[in-house]
Nanobody, 120 residues
């Protein structure tokens, strides 16, 4: 069994900062890419940032220079530091991790989401 659990969302004023975390647990042999998506009400789920097991990162244009993704491989955890938050960053933030349990392919596991609300 594998679980991916987010934490750290909340309410913050525009211009403020927030960090969300996501930890994978269970029967894990290795983790490949990890990342964050977000989904606002009535909109599709969009990529925010990803990070490979080697630390290479990719960001959506809308968050470049404001958000930083990082990971702690020893803790099977990925973080998203969000600075200079804007009301349009308000969304449910969902973490994923590509996990290989034993033999076989990597499978994407998703967390349940954590809400980030930015007030103007």
């Amino acid at each position: 069994q594998v679980q991916v659990v987010e934490s750290g969302g909340g309410l913050v004023q525009a211009g403020g900062s927030l960090r969300v975390s996501c930890a994978a647990s269970g029967t894990i042999f290795s983790i490949g890419a990890m990342g964050w998506y977000r989904q606002a009400p009535g909109k599709q789920r969009d990529l925010v940032a990803t990070i490979t097991s080697g630390g290479s990162t990719h960001y959506a244009d809308s968050v470049k220079g404001r958000f930083t993704i990082s990971r702690d491989n020893a803790r099977n955890t990925v973080y998203l530091q969000m600075n200079s938050l804007k009301p349009e960053d308000t969304a449910g933030y969902y973490c994923y991790a590509d996990i290989r349990s034993r033999i076989g392919p990597y499978i994407a596991y998703w967390g349940q989401g954590t809400q980030v609300t930015v007030s103007s």
